[in-house]
C-alpha cells in the first residue's frame, strides 16, 4: 500500500507544480500592481500658454514617497525662475491606508516668444526610480483670445475660449473661461463657475483655476480670472456648446469716492458667454495600424522586459510606459499577435496626469511567461495612435528582446524501499505511568509578577502612547490641509522671521537696494496673508481702502505710509547708512506686529 501511495505522489506532482507556479505567478501579478500605486510623482503647469511678461507656476507633486526636498531644476533654455519657491504636504487615510502628497512650486517666466519644452524630471527616491513626461509651454507676444472692444465698457463679463474651430472626434482639447472684471471694480462675490452644458461632448467634472491676469480690452484695464476643464467631442459635425450663464456681485467705483468716502452699494451682475460651436471630423480611414485601438494624442513609448534568462513556466515582467498629451484614461495595451508560445496574464494600469487629466503618463505592467524552450525572443512590441496635430497615424515600436528559456519541473519524490530482512514483531508495550520528577529538588523564591514591574508597564505604555501622538499629529495636519488661511498664516510668519534676519545682515552691511526690496516684500506678504489676497496685488494703496475700514489705528496707518514712502524713496535718493537703515527695522516689526492683530 506504501508502495501504491508513493506511485499517486509521483504522478500528481507536475499538476500540484503547475497549480503552484500558476498561484505564484497570480501573486507577482499582485505585487507588481500594489508596487506601481506605492509612489506617484507628476509635473505639471498651472496653465498651457502664457503672454510674453507673465509667469507660469510649475507644480510638483509627490504621493505616497518623501522625496526629501526639492529635485533639481534641470536646465530650460529661455526660461528662469520667476519668483520664491513654494511648497506643502497634506495627509488623508483611505482604504489602502494613511498616505501623503508633498509638492513644489516653481514660478517660471520667459524672456522671448516661442514654444518652450520642459525636460523629464528623473529621481531616485528610496530605490524607487521615478519620472515625469516633458512639458510644453507656448510663450504668445500678445493674447490671441482678446474679447471684443464693446466689451471693455462693461464692469464685468464671461468669455469662454476654445484652442481651435475643428477637432477630431474622441480627441480631448482644453476649454477656458475667464471671469473679466473692470479695474477699479470691486469683487464682492456670489461667482460660481457654470457647467459646460450641449450636446455631442463630455467635460471634465471640475474647472481648474489659474493665476490671474491683466488684459486690456478695448481702452480700459481688466483683471482675467481664467478656469481651465477638459473637452472630449463623441459625435461628428458641427457641436455646439450652450451659453454659460452666473451672476456675480460687485461694488463699482463712484467718482465722489475721495470726497465723500466709498459707497458700499452694490449690484448683482448677470453675466453670459453666448452659444459656442466647434466643428467635429472623423479619423482618416486610411493607412490605419492593424493595431490601432483609438488613442488620440502625442505620446512617447518606454518599454522595459525582464528578467531575460528564465525556466519555461517562470514569469517575465513587461513594463510599458505611455506618456504625452491626450486621453490617457481611455489609452490601452493592444493586443500583440504574434506573442505565440508565452501565457500571459492581465495587466495592471496606473495613470498619472495634470489636474485637467490630459497629460500625463500610463504605466502598464505585464506578467507572461514561455510555455517551450524553443523560443528565443520576446517578439517586437508596437503601439498606434493617430496625431491630430500632424493629421495622420503614428506608430511607436520597440525591438525584440532576446531571450534565454530552459527546461522547467521538479524531480520527483524518491520511493523509499522497505527492508526486506527487517523485524515483523510488534514492540514491547508502554508504560502507562512514568514518573516525571519523583524529587522536587531545592527551593527558590519567585519573584513579583511582571504586571508589577515599572520596565514592564513602561514596555506596554509605549505602543499607546505612539498610538496617541500618531492620532495626534494625524489630527494637526489634516487640520492644517483643510484650513489654507492657517497654512498661509504659518507660511508668512516664518517668511517675516527670516526676513528680519535678513534686513539685520543687509544693514549691517550697508546694501541699501537690497534692504528696501526685503522690506518691501515683508509688508507684500503681511498685508497679503491679513486681506487675503495675492502678495504680489499689494500697493500702498490697500492701506486706505481696506485697512482704515477695518477700524486699524490711524498710527499704524501712519507708520506703513512712511514705510512704503521709504521704500519708494529709496529708489531715487542717495543710499542710506547702515545706522538708518537698521533704524528702520523696529519700526517694520512693529507695524508687522500690530498688522497681526488685524482680523481676517
Excluded at 503647469?45 to 509667469?55: N, P, T
Aim: contains cysteine.
Amino acid at each position: 500500500m506504501d508502495q501504491r501511495q508513493s506511485e499517486v505522489s509521483f504522478k500528481d506532482g507536475p499538476r500540484r507544480n503547475s497549480f503552484l507556479r500558476t498561484a505564484a505567478l497570480c501573486l507577482v501579478a499582485l505585487l507588481c500592481a500594489a508596487t506601481v500605486h506605492a509612489a506617484k510623482f507628476t509635473a505639471s503647469l498651472d496653465r498651457e500658454s502664457i503672454v510674453l511678461g507673465e509667469s507660469v507656476t510649475l507644480k510638483l507633486e509627490f504621493n505616497g514617497v518623501n522625496p526629501g526636498g526639492m529635485p533639481p531644476l534641470p536646465a530650460i533654455p529661455g526660461l528662469q525662475v520667476a519668483g520664491g519657491l513654494g511648497s506643502g504636504s497634506s495627509s488623508s487615510i483611505g482604504p489602502e491606508g494613511q498616505s501623503t502628497v508633498s509638492w513644489y512650486t516653481i514660478p517660471l517666466t520667459a524672456n522671448q516668444p516661442g514654444e518652450f519644452t520642459i525636460p523629464a524630471f528623473h529621481i531616485d527616491v528610496g530605490g524607487q526610480k521615478l519620472s515625469s513626461p516633458p512639458l510644453k509651454l507656448k510663450v504668445l507676444r500678445e493674447d490671441p483670445n482678446t474679447p471684443p472692444a464693446e466689451l471693455g465698457e462693461k464692469s464685468a463679463f464671461l468669455w469662454l475660449t476654445l484652442p481651435k474651430s475643428e477637432c477630431y472626434v474622441g480627441e480631448t482639447i482644453v476649454a477656458e473661461l475667464r471671469l473679466y472684471i473692470r479695474q477699479g471694480v470691486r469683487n464682492i462675490g456670489g461667482f460660481n463657475t457654470p457647467p459646460l452644458q450641449g450636446d455631442g461632448f463630455t467635460s471634465g467634472k471640475q474647472w481648474n483655476q489659474a493665476a490671474q491676469m491683466q488684459r486690456r480690452v478695448g481702452r480700459r484695464i481688466f483683471t482675467a480670472i481664467p478656469f481651465s476643464t477638459s473637452l472630449t467631442v463623441v459625435k461628428s459635425g458641427p457641436v455646439k456648446i450652450s451659453s454659460l450663464n452666473a451672476t456675480i456681485v460687485l461694488n463699482p467705483p463712484d467718482a465722489f469716492d475721495g470726497f465723500f468716502g466709498r459707497r458700499n452699494d452694490s449690484e448683482q451682475v448677470a453675466l453670459a458667454t453666448g452659444e459656442k460651436e466647434i466643428r467635429a471630423l472623423l479619423l482618416p480611414t486610411e493607412n490605419v495600424p492593424l493595431d490601432f485601438n483609438g488613442a488620440i494624442g502625442n505620446f512617447t513609448m518606454n518599454f522595459t522586459a525582464g528578467p531575460t534568462n528564465v525556466a519555461t513556466g517562470d514569469p517575465i515582467t513587461i513594463r510599458v510606459q505611455i506618456s504625452g498629451r491626450g486621453a490617457l484614461d481611455g489609452v490601452s495595451l493592444p493586443a500583440q499577435t504574434a506573442w505565440q508560445g508565452f501565457r500571459t496574464y492581465p495587466p495592471t494600469a496606473n495613470v498619472e496626469t495634470d489636474p485637467l487629466g490630459i497629460q500625463g503618463t500610463k504605466t502598464f505592467e505585464q506578467i507572461v511567461s514561455p510555455e517551450n524552450t524553443d523560443l528565443r525572443e520576446l517578439p517586437p512590441f508596437s503601439f498606434s495612435f493617430f496625431d491630430p496635430d500632424a493629421k495622420q497615424y503614428r506608430t511607436l515600436t520597440q525591438p525584440a528582446v532576446k531571450l534565454t528559456v530552459r527546461p522547467g519541473g521538479s524531480a520527483p519524490m524518491p520511493v523509499i524501499a522497505a527492508n526486506k530482512n527487517q523485524s515483523t514483531e510488534p514492540p514491547p508495550p508502554a508504560r502507562d505511568i512514568v514518573h516525571i520528577k519523583p524529587r522536587l529538588g531545592s527551593l527558590k523564591k519567585i519573584g513579583p509578577p511582571l504586571i508589577q514591574q515599572p520596565w514592564f508597564l513602561a514596555v506596554n505604555c509605549a505602543p499607546v502612547m505612539a498610538w496617541l501622538a500618531a492620532i495626534g499629529w494625524r489630527r494637526r495636519a489634516e487640520a492644517l490641509a483643510n484650513n489654507p488661511r492657517l497654512r498661509r498664516q504659518r507660511q508668512v510668519a516664518q517668511i517675516v522671521r527670516d526676513g528680519l534676519m535678513e534686513l539685520r545682515r543687509l544693514a549691517a552691511a550697508n546694501q541699501s537696494d537690497e534692504f528696501f526690496a526685503t522690506l518691501f516684500r515683508l509688508l507684500q506678504e503681511q498685508l497679503g496673508e491679513r486681506l487675503d489676497c495675492p502678495a504680489s496685488a499689494i500697493t500702498e494703496a490697500v492701506i486706505e481702502e481696506k485697512l482704515r475700514p477695518r477700524g486699524v489705528a490711524n498710527e499704524t496707518l501712519a507708520e506703513l505710509h512712511e514705510l512704503f514712502q521709504a521704500h519708494n524713496l529709496a529708489r531715487y535718493a542717495p543710499a542710506q547708512s547702515g545706522r538708518e537703515l537698521a533704524a528702520l527695522i523696529p519700526r517694520l516689526e512693529n507695524s508687522l506686529t500690530k498688522l497681526r492683530e488685524v482680523k481676517s
